[in-house]
């Protein structure tokens, strides 16, 4: 087992184009540690130069107590696993998983009990004589778990390696590869662009975006207390409605956030509890809020009148345990500079906002309804740089 530590890594392709940018990481001894982004946010890339799979411009790398910048991807004691699996179609599954310790020339016996041991902890001993084309995908993946468990290595290497699976198999498969990944106690770096397989499986999460690491930390952490705008509406789905607003003057009671034609009473105790937020002001300001920070009023008939909105309902999304309900406000939506977000769901003038109601909610399509907010859950950024205050 062994820490893995980037210090200032850059990467920069013979046509200038730079990938990665001064990437600060230090995974700990037996973390699980997540590179989440859109498409082209270099998340790839990093992995790939731990793994040695593509040459480092700048800093350092280190695995354990060994810089790795020039050493050999087979003598850096690691173990990948792709999206494809990578499996020979020609060998049985016992054969994929040991072909490593084959190479390495591990005597029959140890190869035979590894082997063994590897099949046991997933479920594939009824497998060994099979050949791939005769497994499922998941059974699939479990075979290239299997090629990486066998080889012992200080650290894992995944590839978004459940993105070729079906919905219900990659739920499955991220549980048994977050519990493996406990009872191997290997150190691990996960890719994936899916922020919700990032969120439920690792110990950390490393957010990036054109390159640039956005923060890190923990999948709570990082939703509670987002750096930055993208990093806000990125972590989360569905994603936070974040607009531009402004800030009315502060006074004993609070201050007025106006989104639009819509405003908003924002009670004092949020300004005394960010002193940042009181110099914003009478100025312009980024707000945003989390879908489930907004509820049905008629379902909180206690809820001030001045932290509430009316809007029709364009969308209902019934999912059993809550109703994902999209209205249009007036105000403008905010840049959140993620190249993947999906067009926005609306009809009409404004922008499109979505809240999670509670399924005892009688809303209908088409209703004009009116939205109870909690104001004290309400993120505030610079409305230029985006950053969060």
């Known amino acids: 087992m062994a820490t893995v530590v980037l210090d200032k890594i850059d990467k920069i392709y013979p046509n200038g184009v ?3 940018h001064g990437l600060d990481l230090e995974i700990a001894d037996n973390e699980f ?3 989440v982004g859109p498409s082209g946010c270099g998340k790839s890339t990093a992995l790939r130069m731990i793994a040695g799979l593509e040459e480092i411009s700048g800093g350092t790398l280190t695995i354990g107590d060994t810089v790795v910048n020039d050493v050999a991807p087979k003598d850096r004691d690691i173990a990948m696993v792709f999206q494809n699996y990578a499996l020979y179609p020609h060998m049985t599954v016992g054969e994929n998983i040991g072909f490593s310790l084959k190479l390495a020339k591990v005597s029959k016996s140890e190869m035979t009990e590894r082997i063994r041991h590897a099949a046991e902890i997933l479920e594939l001993e009824e497998y060994l004589d099979r050949k791939p084309g005769q497994l499922s995908g998941g059974q699939r993946q479990r075979v290239a778990m299997g090629r990486a468990i066998v080889r012992q290595p200080s650290a894992f290497l995944m590839d978004e390696p459940l993105s070729n699976l079906d919905a219900k198999l990659r739920v499955q498969m991220r549980a048994e590869i977050a519990r493996l990944q ?7 770096v996960y890719v994936t662009h899916d922020q919700v397989e990032a969120m439920t499986m690792g110990d950390r999460v490393a957010v990036l975006k054109d390159g640039y690491l956005q923060q890190v930390d923990s999948p709570q952490n990082l939703y509670d207390h987002p750096a930055n705008i993208f990093v806000a509406a990125f972590i989360g789905s569905p994603s936070m409605n974040i607009y531009e607003s402004r800030l009315g003057a502060l006074d004993d009671n609070g201050a ?15 300004f005394d509890e960010n002193t940042e937020l009181q110099a914003r002001c009478g100025g312009p300001i980024s707000a945003g809020i989390r879908p489930e920070d907004m509820e049905d009023a008629s379902l909180k008939p206690d809820h001030p009148a001045n932290q509430r909105f009316t809007s029709e309902v364009v969308l209902l999304e019934s999912l059993g345990s809550e109703i994902m309900v999209h209205f249009n406000i007036d105000a403008k939506a905010a840049a959140t500079g993620d190249p993947d977000a999906v067009e926005e769901v609306g009809t009409g003038e404004g922008s499109s906002c979505v809240a999670r109601f509670n399924p005892r909610s009688g809303v209908r399509l088409g209703d004009t309804i009116e939205v109870a907010v909690d104001a004290a859950r309400i993120h505030f950024f610079d409305h230029s740089t985006g950053a969060a205050l």
Not at 182 to 188: E, K, S
Not at 256 to 270: C, E, F, I, K, N
């Open 182 to 188: 406990r009872d191997l106690a290997v150190t691990t």
């Open 18 to 20: 730079q990938a990665i």
């Open 33 to 35: 540690l997540v590179l």
């Open 256 to 270: 007025t956030l106006t989104l639009g034609s819509m405003d908003l009473h924002l009670p004092r105790s949020v």
